[in-house]
């Protein structure tokens, strides 16, 4: 799950800058997934390109690397 060295940010304690792009993933209990590069804006995460939204919610979030 979340190490506080990786620079993964719990969505349930902050969010991203609007439309910034940042890297993102899926941690709990069910393990790890669904890690991209997405943008937040109105509450949807986006592609990268802004052409598309996905049908989930990140859990965690960090600046790409």
């Known amino acids: 799950m979340n190490n506080a060295?990786?620079?993964w940010i719990p969505l349930s304690g902050q969010l991203p800058p609007d439309k910034e792009?940042?890297?993102t993933k899926i941690d709990?209990?069910?393990g790890c997934r669904n890690q991209q590069k997405l943008r937040l804006h109105r509450?949807?995460?986006w592609h990268p390109d802004m052409?598309?939204?996905v049908y989930y919610t990140p859990t965690h979030?960090?600046?790409p690397r």
């Open 21 to 23: 792009l940042v890297e």
């Open 5 to 7: 060295f990786d620079g």
């Open 43 to 45: 509450n949807l995460w």
């Open 61 to 63: 979030w960090r600046y």
């Open 51 to 53: 052409s598309m939204y």
């Open 28 to 30: 709990n209990e069910m």
